[in-house]
């Protein structure tokens, strides 16, 4: 166990603050409640300084999430999550790259994260432009060639002709990553022991709802 030790939580000096999280299904649970406040529009945390100070002698955060770029999911809102409470990675279609691989790793090992959540999202563009790739045969150069290339196994799943590929590519891709961080050194060690769960989920841009997959 190389979590860091239950840090002091400032939260007010009157009352300790809430206790860690620690187990796979409390996290879960506490990002599913966050997103039913968020969609209910009945959000629980501001995000201003005195939340941010709460927090600054020691975190002990629930999860890590990896999702998208995209300007219109921001993770912290949309599972009404506060200062200290999940780890935050973002790549263009939630791509996997070792900058990622590593920074889930960290919060793994060193905070001691019990969940680990994929997220992808409905009108994904890195989706889209990877449809378009695989369909006229034109891989993008430079960098972005990268994430169409992580992104097309997904879209070869599905078919690239069918009418319906990005949506559903974006699901095989969200299940694909989630098997292959599953299968990372450390974290299937822990999954094993029943520390740490690995799930994914989608967003829905229009209604807000985050719906978790099988
Ligand atoms: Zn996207």
């Excluded at 921001?74 to 590593?102: H, K, M, N, W, Y």
């Excluded at 992580?150 to 590929?165: L, M, Y």
Aim: proline share 7%; with cysteine; aromatic share 4%.
């Amino acid at each position: 166990m190389t979590a860091t030790s239950p840090a002091a939580r400032p939260g007010s000096s009157a009352q300790p603050g809430p206790a860690p999280i620690t187990r796979p299904a409390d996290a879960l649970a506490a990002l599913v409640a966050g997103n039913r406040r968020f969609v209910s529009g009945r959000p629980e945390h501001g995000h201003d300084v005195a939340a941010a100070a709460a927090t600054s002698g020691g975190q002990q955060p629930h999860a890590v999430v990896l999702g998208c770029i995209d300007s219109r999911v921001p993770l912290e809102a949309i599972f009404d999550q506060t200062f200290g409470s999940i780890c935050v990675v973002r790549s263009g279609g939630e791509v996997v790259d070792r900058a990622v691989l590593g920074s889930i790793s960290f919060a793994v090992s060193a905070l001691g994260v019990p969940l680990i959540m994929v997220l992808g999202h409905a009108r994904c563009g890195a989706v889209a432009a990877t449809v378009d790739a695989v369909r006229s045969g034109e891989r993008p150069d430079g960098d972005l060639g990268y994430l169409v290339d992580e992104i097309t196994p997904a879209v070869q799943a599905v078919g690239p002709e069918d009418p319906d590929a990005a949506e559903k590519a974006m699901r095989v891709h969200v299940t694909r990553t989630v098997r292959r961080l599953r299968d990372m050194p450390g974290v299937a060690q822990a999954v094993a022991a029943g520390r740490v769960d690995v799930v994914g989920a989608v967003y829905d841009l229009d209604t807000g709802w985050v719906e978790q997959l099988p």
